[in-house]
Every structure is written in C-alpha cells, then in structure tokens.
C-alpha cells in the first residue's frame, strides 16, 4: 500500500529493526527518502504464520548489483529476486 515499513537509512547503516508482519503477499520496495527513486524492487513474496526471515539490503550498484539477501531461520541464505537491475544507493527507505 505504499506505507513506510523502516528507515530512513543511509548506505552502510546497520539497524536492528525487528518487524512483526501477518501471513500473506508482500511486495516491497528499497527507494529513496520520500519514494521518489526505486533502487530495489522485490518480487513478491509470501509469508506463512511462523516464518522467521533475517534481510539486508546488499550491493553498491557499481562494484555489486543491488538486492536483498534473505537469511531463513530453516534455510541457507540466499538472495530475493528482484524485478530489474538498479543504481547506487542513497539515503534509501523500505515501503
């Protein structure tokens, strides 16, 4: 719904935000502060009742394509698709 979940965060930040979020699809989306600018945008993905999910948002965009690297509690690491390539980062948000 375009609603902010986190942020505003700089390049190289690190946060410890915890979110609690219900079951169903979720289409998110790394843009600059005020949604101007998409820098990464995830495919949609679903969440089932239970599911624990550590992300980062990854990459530089010059020396490492953007993207979000997903860290299931059950799973090995891996990183989200995405539905393009994407630029350097700046003071970015999720919504």
């Given at each position: 719904?375009g609603?902010?979940?986190?942020?505003p965060?700089l390049y190289g930040?690190?946060d410890d935000?915890?979110l609690?979020?219900?079951?169903?699809?979720?289409?998110?989306?790394?843009?600059s502060?005020?949604g101007g600018?998409?820098f990464?945008?995830?495919?949609?993905?679903?969440?089932q009742e239970?599911?624990i999910?550590y992300?980062?948002?990854?990459g530089?965009?010059?020396?490492?394509?953007?993207?979000?690297?997903?860290?299931p509690?059950d799973?090995?690491?891996?990183l989200?698709?995405?539905?393009?390539p994407y630029?350097?980062?700046?003071p970015?948000?999720?919504?």
């Amino acid at each position: 719904d375009g609603a902010l979940v986190a942020g505003p965060f700089l390049y190289g930040d690190i946060d410890d935000v915890y979110l609690e979020l219900d079951e169903g699809e979720y289409d998110l989306e790394v843009t600059s502060v005020g949604g101007g600018e998409i820098f990464i945008d995830l495919a949609p993905f679903t969440l089932q009742e239970g599911d624990i999910l550590y992300a980062l948002a990854v990459g530089d965009g010059s020396n490492q394509a953007l993207g979000v690297f997903a860290y299931p509690t059950d799973l090995e690491g891996f990183l989200l698709p995405v539905k393009a390539p994407y630029k350097l980062f700046l003071p970015i948000m999720f919504k």
